[in-house]
């Protein structure tokens, strides 16, 4: 096998320092348990041998050799079932388990994991069995049974919290977000992920895990069309891969990381990226790696309008997939055959290919595949002469695309709540890790640069919520400066009512976020070009609440203002106002100064449901509604340092 290491050394001590250097260095680990091993032979100890090749097949497989891996494994398994060490049999069950999943043998891992769970309930083995429930849910995901994966995760999930193995629990976090975003189901997704992101940044970790954790933080931002945050975990976790020497991660972050590319029109920048992964994919023998790559770039080679190369692409994927059983790949070849059929107008051919996809995605509850096909087969009848039949299924497309357009509204909002999580998560990352590379000497100044780097992340969370906000905002405004105004007539107002220097800037940026809820108010109601009907008037009520939660959780004066003002800025002097009806003083002096600023300037710039009204007539509106609408304090402010206001709607500056 090899030369003898630390020749010495008595075996068992050999052994020990092999277990002891996994998931530390796999390199010397994998060597040393070679070592090992040929000492086991020559004692003729069947039991060390079996230790020795389990640790040589852990160490391999990590390293991304799954041929050495499963050939050490299955010498470790055989050895064990004449000796029965129950822990480590268990064990070597579980990773080559892992090692068939990769290879795309998913019947062989199914029944190595379900081997393994019998034997660690058995055993009373409750950290095997999380292991081994772990595996399983990973095939049912390949397999396309999300919700069988999730129920199985939501058994492991909390074993692993109890035994208290932050990098294993992490694991299981990572993969119910990639379940739930399979699903669509992008806020519990983003909750997991979040979580598992925040204890993998905090904790001693495995290249795979960490790398895992981005790749699907990566692919839930791809799904929500977020292309450029997507392409930020990608490209850390094809750096993690590389760093970590566990190639299986560079595979998959470089297939994906080729997959946004192709989604944002760089063609030949992803064609790259896809040849890179395939190449590798396939001399990992990674078989999920080969069929992802196989099917974005047919992808790429559509979009270019070359069938036939994107046929062909597609037709080895799907041979592949159903080889494997990879259910995802099989669904998704399936479309892209068919499409390339319904290019060449070939119907009948296309229609048998569009069927059988239909069928896979509809047992695997895949919305947005469900809704493609259904497009597909709106244009296929109509190549094959049956208007009645394409029709029917142009409603039905129709039908879920309205289904999942009316979900966006909440997906989107949920979706900013979490996406802020996520970046305290990072931030509280950020400062663990700079503050565990202190000593006593630099501890001053390294706090300082804490403090330092902590406002530059606070400052990073505000303009994400701004930009979120704009783009809200920006949906019923002509130029989207509406928010950068509100935010200079709050302050010019706190300024005049006497509110010290600071408050005044904070306020300043705060108002800024006052109307982000909106992101959660369907266009149709945001939009609409009249009076809103009496539901439509309480569903836009629901942006302060909604806005009150993407920004609830915040720990400096300035989120928190900015919460107070999203939530109170509707409120009016004489109780009347929502979502509170809060009176006069006991409404937030921040919601009552938002509230003149934003009137204000609605007011004088033109909207879809009327034009801009002139400086006087303004400033005569908020004193009519001085006592009643508006704190009078502030109107009297209002009518001060707004009555030589220039009002220009061209002069908000680059945000």
Not at 62 to 76: C, F, I, P, V, W
Request: aromatic share 6%; hydrophobic share 40%; charged share 25%.
């Amino acid at each position: 096998m090899t030369e003898f290491l630390f020749p010495d050394m008595p075996i068992e001590e050999l052994l020990a320092k092999a277990k002891s250097l996994l998931h530390v260095d796999f390199s010397q680990a994998l060597k040393i348990s070679l070592s090992a091993a040929q000492r086991a032979l020559q004692e003729h100890n069947n039991q060390h041998y079996a230790s020795a090749m389990l640790y040589a097949g852990t160490s391999a497989f990590h390293q991304g050799d799954l041929l050495s891996a499963e050939k050490y494994l299955t010498q470790a398994l055989n050895h064990f079932q004449h000796k029965h060490k129950s822990d480590e049999q268990i064990d070597a069950l579980i990773t080559i388990g892992h090692i068939y999943r990769d290879q795309g043998k998913y019947d062989y891992a199914h029944g190595m994991f379900t081997h393994a769970l019998y034997l660690s309930r058995e055993h009373q083995n409750p950290e095997m069995e999380a292991d081994a429930l772990n595996g399983l849910a990973g095939i049912y995901h390949y397999q396309g049974d999300y919700q069988k994966s999730i129920e199985a995760l939501e058994i492991a999930l909390p074993i692993r919290e109890r035994l208290g193995n932050p990098a294993k629990t992490a694991a299981v976090l990572n993969n119910l977000g990639q379940s739930y975003t399979q699903l669509g189901e992008y806020f519990e997704s983003l909750m997991y992920l979040t979580k598992g992101h925040q204890i993998i940044s905090q904790t001693q970790h495995e290249p795979r895990i960490e790398g895992a954790s981005l790749v699907s933080i990566g692919n839930l931002y791809k799904d929500l069309g977020d292309y450029d945050e997507s392409l930020k975990f990608f490209k850390e976790a094809i750096s993690v891969g590389e760093r970590g020497k566990t190639p299986i991660i560079t595979a998959v972050a470089t297939e994906n990381l080729g997959e946004v590319l192709r989604l944002r029109g760089h063609t030949r920048e992803a064609l790259d990226a896809l040849q890179k992964s395939l190449d590798l994919s396939r001399k990992l023998g990674y078989q999920p790696g080969v069929i992802n790559s196989l099917i974005s770039m047919a992808n790429v080679y559509h979009w270019q309008g070359n069938h036939k190369l994107a046929l062909t692409t597609f037709r080895d994927a799907l041979t592949l997939s159903r080889q494997t059983n990879h259910r995802e790949g099989e669904i998704d070849a399936l479309i892209g055959v068919g499409k390339q059929l319904l290019a060449a107008r070939k119907g009948h051919e296309a229609l048998d290919y569009l069927n059988q996809a239909l069928q896979l995605a509809e047992d695997s509850k895949r919305k947005k595949s469900i809704a493609s096909i259904h497009s597909c087969l709106a244009e296929c009848y109509e190549i094959l002469g049956n208007p009645r039949a394409a029709l029917e299924h142009f409603k039905t497309f129709h039908k879920i695309d309205q289904e999942l357009k009316s979900e966006e509204g909440e997906r989107r909002s949920r979706y900013l709540k979490m996406r802020f999580d996520l970046e305290r998560s990072e931030q509280r990352a950020e400062m663990y890790r700079m503050q565990n590379e202190t000593n006593e000497l630099a501890r001053k100044a390294a706090e300082a640069l804490v403090h330092e780097r902590t406002q530059e992340l606070e400052q990073a969370q505000v303009e994400i919520v701004t930009r979120l906000a704009i783009a809200a905002e920006s949906r019923d405004d002509v130029t989207g400066a509406h928010t950068w105004r509100v935010g200079r007539n709050a302050a010019m107002l706190a300024q005049e009512i006497g509110l010290p220097r600071e408050e005044v800037e904070i306020i300043r940026l705060a108002a800024r976020l006052h109307d982000v809820g909106k992101i959660g108010i369907p266009d149709s109601i945001l939009m609409k070009h009249g009076v809103l009907t009496p539901e439509e008037y309480e569903h836009m009520k629901t942006h302060t609440i909604i806005g009150g939660r993407i920004l609830s959780g915040g720990k400096s004066r300035l989120l928190q203002l900015a919460q107070e003002i999203a939530v109170s800025h509707h409120e009016r002097w004489d109780g009347r106002g929502y979502p509170f009806g809060l009176l006069g003083e006991t409404i937030p002096l921040s919601g009552r100064i938002v509230a003149v600023a934003d009137v204000f300037d609605a007011l004088t710039h033109r909207r879809p449901y009327k034009q801009a009204w002139s400086l006087k007539n303004a400033l005569e509106e908020l004193e009519r509604h001085s006592g009643t609408h508006f704190d009078p304090r502030i109107v009297q402010a209002a009518l001060k340092v707004f009555n030589t206001l220039k009002i220009v709607t061209e002069d908000a500056p680059e945000l």
